[in-house]
């Protein structure tokens, strides 16, 4: 029997899949089917749309954007084609992933599919092809390291294999806040009790990745960084960071992909590093050393009002994620080889919760403001509306404010600090060319959260270059190759430089080739303008 498994891609608050991101969902599915001696194929729906065939005898759809964002390439699938995908397929069609477990009971899907898969995708799958019926359960320890292993070889199916492919890796499923039922909003506490990885199962999996070609991975499928391993999990809401094995992890991976080129992370709990600061600073150390520059630490403090906190059994109050933010720059600030700090937070803000009132708007304001104030770098802010997953939230007549508070952030906040964590002149190295729009060449470091890169004229595409900044956006950059090549750029290209224009571009032109600086300095008008357009052309003095 052979199962087709189309990545419709996900995108989770711990699970990235959206390219260049592959999640775990696809390779644990391939790994299942393995075990129970099928045959796979992997495709994902960018292929099928560009016209890939689907051929086989059961259908698995992978689909789930729970927290969408704009994406640069690589649409997830749309409701439309996932029904049209599933009423047009001969054999047996199932669902799983995010959208399954949380639209469940959708009269379109159930009409479309002849299973959807409310636990783990991969074991209701695996059930069927050993037992002849789909099941409900979650996937056992023993499965999970050996579907893991086992379907590890769908990277090479994928379209950005083996590079820019970037590789989420589990280490835990659950929060430890199950014990006190967790944040309203939030479906991991449901989980119960947390379950972690085994370091050397974690390794394990990444030594096979690694012998496959992968060298991006990311700690993504994870509630919280500090959490893994933790001493007093389901004793305490912030138990104390097992610092030995959080070093055995990282340092381990290292180990088992000596071709690595990128590591990074994401989400935090910040009331564990205020609760334990000595161990959180340990474990930040620990990322300054083993994990690339660029890494990115998301605290979701999602309100800074104390009283919304309260009504949704949030785990931060605003001063102690102001600390935790404090504790991240002091170790993480600092530049590394890419050109990005080495570790900077992230902040989370959800709206719509219970108790929330216009008040909480200007609250929040307030809050990052105190961040420019004190001059503390946060990476990226995400501000979103509850979506009800967990529960339903009662409506309230805020989407203007929502507007506003938005808006208000991106000119305000946003522009300010990504000024100071990314100054013009700023080299970015890696930065791997995308997508053309326009005459506008747009690109990202593979990282969490890359920054949008535009460069304001046209590159070949599929490759890395580096650049330097010279403008900043709300959220993106403005920046040129570098070393920026005078005597082969374009017209369009040479105008982009500070302080051309179209007609001393013209006149750069004419007057090349340039052999030395000197001489390219005598084609321009103004010799201050030299000065703007030094940092960025390779030529000799």
Request: charged fraction near 25%.
């Amino acid at each position: 029997m052979k199962v087709v498994i189309l990545d419709g891609f996900v995108d989770e608050p711990s699970n990235f899949g959206v390219p260049p991101f592959l999640s775990p969902y696809p390779r644990y599915l391939a790994g299942a089917v393995a075990d129970a001696g099928h045959e796979w194929e992997y495709v994902t729906i960018e292929q099928v749309r560009n016209g890939h065939p689907l051929r086989g005898d059961v259908l698995a759809i992978i689909s789930g954007p729970i927290v969408p964002g704009k994406y640069l390439r690589g649409m997830p699938i749309s409701e439309k084609e996932l029904l049209f995908r599933a009423g047009n397929w001969e054999g047996v069609s199932v669902l799983g992933g995010p959208l399954a477990r949380f639209r469940y009971y959708d009269d379109n899907l159930v009409e479309a599919f002849d299973f959807i898969a409310i636990r783990d995708f991969d074991a209701a799958v695996y059930d069927y092809l050993t037992r002849g019926e789909f099941t409900n359960r979650d996937r056992t320890m023993e499965e999970w390291d050996r579907w893991a292993l086992l379907g590890a070889d769908v990277i090479r199916s994928h379209p950005d294999y083996p590079d820019p492919l970037i590789l989420e890796l589990d280490t835990s499923k659950g929060c430890v806040r199950y014990l006190n039922g967790g944040c309203s909003f939030c479906i991991e506490p449901m989980y119960g009790r947390p379950k972690f990885r085994p370091v050397e199962h974690v390794l394990a999996e990444v030594r096979r990745l690694a012998e496959l070609g992968a060298v991006n991975f990311r700690l993504g499928g994870q509630a919280d960084f500090f959490s893994y391993l933790a001493d007093g999990v389901g004793q305490t809401l912030t138990p104390r960071p097992n610092v030995a094995a959080l070093h055995r992890l990282l340092a381990g991976i290292h180990a088992a992909a000596p071709n690595l080129k990128v590591l990074h992370t994401d989400n935090a709990d910040p009331a564990m590093m205020v609760a334990n600061p000595e161990e959180a600073r340990e474990g930040l150390r620990l990322l300054r050393r083993y994990a690339t520059s660029g890494t990115i630490l998301s605290f979701g403090l999602e309100t800074a009002d104390p009283a919304v906190t309260e009504a949704n059994n949030l785990n931060i109050y605003p001063d102690d994620c102001l600390e935790a933010i404090r504790m991240v720059n002091e170790v993480g600030r600092e530049r590394g080889p890419n050109g990005m700090p080495w570790i900077l937070p992230g902040l989370n803000f959800v709206t719509g919760l219970d108790g929330e009132t216009p008040r909480t708007f200007e609250l929040n304001y307030e809050f990052l403001k105190r961040l420019l104030k004190e001059d503390l770098w946060v990476r990226r802010i995400n501000i979103r509306q509850v979506r009800p997953v967990r529960r339903e939230f009662e409506p309230k007549d805020h989407h203007h404010l929502f507007r506003k508070f938005k808006e208000r952030v991106r000119t305000e906040i946003d522009h300010e600090i990504l000024k100071r964590t990314v100054p013009v002149g700023t080299m970015l190295r890696d930065v791997y060319l995308e997508l053309h729009e326009g005459k506008t060449t747009f690109g990202r470091q593979v990282a969490t959260y890359g920054l949008l890169v535009g460069v304001p004229y046209e590159l070949p595409l599929n490759r890395y270059v580096d650049v330097k900044v010279v403008e900043h956006g709300h959220r993106s950059l403005t920046a040129l190759e570098y070393p920026f090549d005078v005597n082969r750029a374009s017209l369009h290209a040479i105008a982009a430089l500070p302080g051309i224009g179209s007609k001393r571009a013209a006149r750069i032109v004419r007057a090349r080739p340039f052999a030395s600086w000197s001489d390219f300095v005598a084609s321009l008008d103004d010799p201050t303008v030299a000065e703007q357009v030094a940092p960025y052309v390779g030529l000799a003095a």
